[in-house]
């Protein structure tokens, strides 16, 4: 059971090029997320998947995308990246659960730099 | 509207010392909050979660917070610090709407030092 997994650990990307960070969970949850780290700011919710079929915006959606490919993969998109993108982005999961409060569960992270 | 505010983004502790993290949250429903801990290059881990059940919630690594309504906060807090407590620690609110939809706010986070 290797929880929520992310590839790639670690990226270079130039001003404009694209890239797709990938997020992989084994625990069967219904809900993904994608978040945003940076210094001072916490973490920061970009897109979110509530159940599979479904995506919605988060608070700072610009200049991403995503897509729900099955119920375990969640991925994101920068299909021009800016400097500003540079930030550690991390996927979590979360199972659903009427009525119960669920624990969201984090992957390691993809450490992003755009020159 | 959900917000977390987290007083102190570094706090220094002695080890043996108590830790205490300030978390204090805005929600015009009742709320569902937690506690993670981040070390060096690693993922968020979760440390505690109220749900209601208990105001005084026990996590992992001898952490607790206590859940005041009246103050609306959900201060963290460990006794004796050990070296292995340093870490940033963030304070997260979720409203119990939402259903599958629901999110988590995240504050902006407190950088734990123990010194020796």
């Known amino acids: 059971n290797a929880g929520v997994t992310q590839t790639p650990k670690f990226q270079v990307l130039k001003t404009g090029q694209s890239m797709t960070l990938q997020c992989a969970q084994d625990?069967?949850?219904?809900?993904m997320y994608w978040y945003r780290q940076d210094p001072g700011m916490g973490l920061r919710l970009i897109y979110y998947?509530?159940?599979?079929?479904?995506?919605d915006k988060g608070e700072v959606p610009n200049g991403y995308n995503v897509s729900r490919l099955n119920k375990r993969e969640f991925s994101l998109r920068l299909e021009s990246a800016a400097p500003s993108q540079t930030s550690v982005y991390f996927c979590?999961?979360?199972?659903?659960?009427?009525?119960?409060?669920?624990?969201?569960?984090f992957g390691p992270g993809t450490r992003l730099l755009v020159l | 509207a959900q917000s977390v505010t987290q007083l102190g983004s570094h706090v220094s502790v002695s080890e043996g010392a108590l830790v205490l993290l300030r978390c204090n949250y805005s929600?015009?429903?009742?709320?569902?909050l937690f506690w993670y801990v981040q070390y060096p290059n690693q993922g968020l881990q979760l440390l505690l979660k109220y749900t209601s059940a208990a105001t005084l919630v026990k996590g992992i690594n001898g952490f607790e917070a206590e859940f005041k309504k009246s103050e609306t906060s959900f201060h963290l807090t460990k006794p004796s610090a050990h070296m292995s407590d340093a870490a940033e620690y963030f304070c997260?609110?979720?409203?119990?709407?939402?259903?599958?939809?629901?999110?988590?706010?995240f504050g902006s986070g407190t950088q734990l030092t123990v010194l020796p």
């Open positions: 625990m069967n949850h219904n809900s």
């Open positions: 979590a999961s979360r199972a659903y659960i009427a009525g119960e409060q669920e624990t969201q569960y």
């Open positions: 997260a609110v979720s409203d119990q709407a939402g259903g599958s939809a629901r999110q988590l706010t």
């Open positions: 998947s509530a159940s599979e079929g479904t995506t």
């Open positions: 929600s015009s429903v009742p709320p569902y």
